[in-house]
Nanobody, 124 residues
Framework: QVQLVESGGGLVQAGDSLRLSCVVSGRSLSTASMAWFRQTPGKEREFVAT????????YYADSVRGRFTMSRDNAKNTIYLQMSSLKPDDTALYFC?????????????????WGQGTQVTVSS
């Protein structure tokens, strides 16, 4: 059974940095496209970043491009989201997601497995 466990969320001030981690068990990263999504109350879950396998090409939402960097460590079966220059608008519950290989995972309907989420709160 595939499981995704996120960590690293917290309360920070605007302009600070934070790194989220997602440990994957039950499936090798080389067989899955991985992504980060986020959601705030009353809104739909939105795409943040993804890395396509096997090209390792990363794609970002316009709202985070240049501030967030997604990476993967296949040896640790872990993906990361390095977030810099955080803004109050980045406040959300952040989810790790896995989908089929060779897929640009940008739509919630494409996700095969979700993590439980980690809360990021950015104060102004």
């Amino acid at each position: 059974q595939v499981q995704l466990v996120e960590s690293g969320g917290g309360l920070v001030q605007a302009g600070d940095s934070l790194r989220l981690s997602c440990v994957v068990s039950g499936r090798s990263l080389s067989t899955a496209s991985m992504a980060w999504f986020r959601q705030t109350p009353g809104k739909e879950r939105e795409f943040v970043a993804t890395i396509r396998v096997p090209s390792d090409t990363a794609y970002y939402a316009d709202s985070v491009r240049g501030r967030f960097t997604m990476s993967r460590d296949n040896a640790k079966n872990t993906i990361y989201l390095q977030m810099s220059s955080l803004k109050p608008d980045d406040t959300a519950l952040y989810f790790c997601a896995a989908g089929a290989v060779q897929l640009t995972l940008m739509v919630p309907a494409q996700v095969q497995v979700w993590g439980q989420g980690t809360q990021v709160t950015v104060s102004s």
